[in-house]
């Protein structure tokens, strides 16, 4: 069964930490990995990853893929209070995303 | 451009009614996807829909559950004799074609069954 697995499920830290968010994953006919950012509303895509070992930035943010693992880590540097979300990490296969059940990060001041 | 349209946005229901759910995909995207996010959990997919095509439904509860995506209109998922259970906020994907990774999500409608 197609199955991933992010950790930590909660992250508690202080504006201008830096974090890193880690997911594994099991998807048949597995295509690439995405990551969300969910805020009590509808996912919004960060990223998504095809290759292993490009990382891909933005801003703060930058993902990696490890194909032979089967692993992804998002990192965020210099947090800020709006970074305060769930992060979510999927597997796409032929026709759907795999959601992992997500990290909850909070970003105090 | 607007983006993925779904209604309503909340809906509470009876246990024993029905809940309609209603989902418009982005303008020029043929190809629609249904997930589940429970409370405290991730989305699970449900059913991936082309009009007026179910290409999968693995993930669809075996009753109950219905989905459709006319030739016009809306995609629709349905649920016959809600239970407790089924609360939950439910999403809408759609992405131009099929192979696409890019999935763009709606804002979802969450159903309360008292």
């Known amino acids: 069964e197609d199955k991933v697995v992010q950790s930590p499920l909660s992250l508690v830290v202080h504006e201008g930490d830096t974090v890193t968010l880690n997911c594994s994953y099991e998807v048949t006919n597995f295509r690439s990995l995405l990551w969300y950012k969910q805020e009590k509303k509808a996912p919004t895509f960060l990223f998504m990853l095809?290759?292993?070992?490009i990382e891909k930035k933005s801003g703060r943010l930058s993902s990696i893929l490890d194909k032979k693992e089967l692993f992804s880590i998002l990192n965020i540097t210099a947090t800020q209070t709006g970074d305060s979300a769930i992060y979510l990490c999927?597997?796409?296969?032929?026709?759907?995303?795999?959601f992992g059940t997500g990290t909850r990060l909070q970003v105090f001041p | 451009n607007a983006g993925v349209m779904q209604n309503p946005r909340h809906l509470v229901r009876r246990r024993g009614q029905e809940a309609r759910l209603r989902c418009s995909p982005m303008?020029?995207?043929?190809?629609v996807y249904w997930y589940r996010q429970l409370p405290e959990e991730g989305l699970k997919f449900m059913v991936y829909?082309?009009?007026?095509?179910?290409?999968?439904e693995s993930g669809m509860p075996k009753e109950r559950f219905s989905a459709e995506f006319p030739k016009e209109g809306p995609s629709i998922l349905r649920i016959q004799q809600v239970v407790r259970g089924d609360s939950a906020a439910y999403f809408c994907?759609?992405?131009?074609?099929?192979?696409?990774?890019?999935?763009?999500f709606g804002p979802g409608t969450r159903l309360t069954v008292t």
């Open positions: 095809t290759s292993s070992g």
């Open positions: 994907a759609s992405s131009p074609r099929r192979g696409s990774y890019e999935q763009y």
């Open positions: 999927a597997g796409y296969n032929t026709d759907k995303l795999i």
């Open positions: 829909l082309q009009k007026e095509n179910i290409i999968d």
């Open positions: 303008k020029g995207h043929s190809h």
